[in-house]
């Protein structure tokens, strides 16, 4: 399943931009998937955690569901 995201490209020219990225679901949780990547046979999936009532399905051709919230990802350097 997709997701549909609207991210802020260039914060200083405004532009948006939209993009599709994987969804999962953990029981009434929901996740998306940032990024996936492998060391050796382990796979390694960055998700971030969706506030499940403000996801609404869809019938896209793109996407299954659209994301009304807010999205704050991790920052490297406070981790």
Known sequence: MT???KSKVCHSAGKDA???FQLEF???RAFLVW???SVG???FKARVELNPRLLRSIHARS???YYRG???LPRPETN
């Open 70 to 72: 807010k999205i704050t």
């Open 35 to 37: 990024d996936v990547f």
């Open 3 to 5: 997701v549909k995201v």
């Open 63 to 65: 996407s299954n569901y």
């Open 18 to 20: 939209l993009k599709d």
């Open 26 to 28: 953990e029981g009434t």
């Open 41 to 43: 046979s382990l796979l």
